[in-house]
């Protein structure tokens, strides 16, 4: 299969990319060799070049492609091409760009309902089985109809990366080391409340700018998954590694609503059969190779930490209140929560 990366034009910028997107996004025009009605279809995200997710994303454009018969004209963007964390959520949105990837926390200011699924506010999932129970279930579908109306945005299926740990440039194993730790969370109010509980000092910043921020001192620690670690090598940076399980974060793969129905019947299902069939092996791959992933930081050299019980209970009591705190923003919400812990 030709490969369905796309990579940004030598000498072109993002806001050149983004407002000529402004200007033909959603629009279908006809080919030429078949006078038929094709679809222009950018999905950019943030993800590392060569991570499970991005792989998948790759294989799901050649997927469109092919299925529709060439009348999905499916581009892929990867590493933050077209631009960071939060411009690709609103772009999604304004449908500048088709397609893009997000933790379902991201809704927290419209849909706080939805946030939650999306791992808020940390330790909300048990294991992986759990988090399957909860996406791949009724829940899973009703969070995609509650974004829908609210924000615009169909989540045609979920991916992930994972369960999350704690990177930083000084061993950090336990909470009184992490007291005033500078560490990297995205600009989402459930992030920053949450290592403010731990007694670390949150640094909102986006999401393509934290190697630099290592090396300049800006940070002293972020938290990710090992794939992202590794792709986009911030062990050259920071050296240790607590492996703290503190989030399991679910990627949903956005689609705008509006392009989605601009699109005749059988497109429309053609995107969300083929989105289904590649994320389902998405987190099968994603979770067969964690532990190869894992065993590569430590070849580079990251000390790897195990967190004990005793201590992950500490982190899990210090944070237990947000649960508290987010269950009184609505009763969808504190209805979510409770539907969320009663699968464990």
């Known amino acids: 299969m030709t490969s369905a990366i796309t990579q940004v034009p030598v000498g072109a910028t993002r806001r050149r990319i983004i407002k000529a997107g402004v200007a033909v996004a959603g629009l279908p025009y006809l080919s030429n060799a078949r006078g038929q009605q094709r679809f222009p279809f950018r999905m950019a995200h943030t993800e590392a070049i060569g991570s499970p997710l991005t792989e998948s994303i790759e294989k799901w454009c050649g997927m469109l492609k092919s299925a529709s018969g060439g009348r999905i004209d499916a581009q892929h963007f990867p590493a933050s091409q077209l631009g960071s964390y939060t411009q690709l959520i609103e772009q999604s949105r304004l449908g500048t760009v088709q397609s893009t990837t997000g933790g379902p926390d991201t809704e927290e200011s419209m849909a706080p309902e939805v946030a939650v699924t999306g791992g808020a506010p940390g330790f909300i999932y048990k294991d992986e089985t759990h988090v399957d129970k909860v996406l791949q279930g009724p829940i899973g579908t009703e969070i995609s109809d509650i974004v829908r109306k609210k924000t615009g945005i169909e989540f045609v299926a979920y991916g992930e990366v994972g369960f999350r740990h704690l990177l930083s440039k000084r061993q950090v194993t336990n909470l009184d080391q992490l007291k005033g730790t500078k560490i990297r969370v995205p600009e989402i109010k459930v992030w920053v409340d949450f ?129 508290d705190e987010f269950s009184t923003r609505s009763a969808d919400t504190k209805a979510m929560v409770g539907r969320i812990l009663a699968l464990r």
């Open 195 to 323: 290592w403010r509980r731990l007694g670390a000092n949150p640094t909102p910043l986006p999401y393509a700018e934290q190697y630099s921020a290592l090396a300049s001192g800006v940070i002293d620690a972020l938290e990710a998954d090992f794939f992202s670690i590794r792709g986009f090598k911030w062990y050259e940076q920071a050296k240790f590694l607590n492996l703290s399980y503190h989030w399991f974060l679910p990627k949903a793969i956005r689609v705008n609503a509006k392009w989605l129905d601009g699109l005749p019947a059988d497109l429309q299902a053609v995107v969300r059969n083929t989105a289904k069939e590649a994320f389902a092996e998405q987190r099968r791959n994603n979770r067969a190779k964690a532990d190869e992933a894992l065993g590569e930081l430590q070849k580079f050299g990251v000390n790897v930490h195990r967190a004990s019980a005793e201590e992950t209970g500490r982190w899990f009591a210090a944070t237990r209140p947000l649960f």
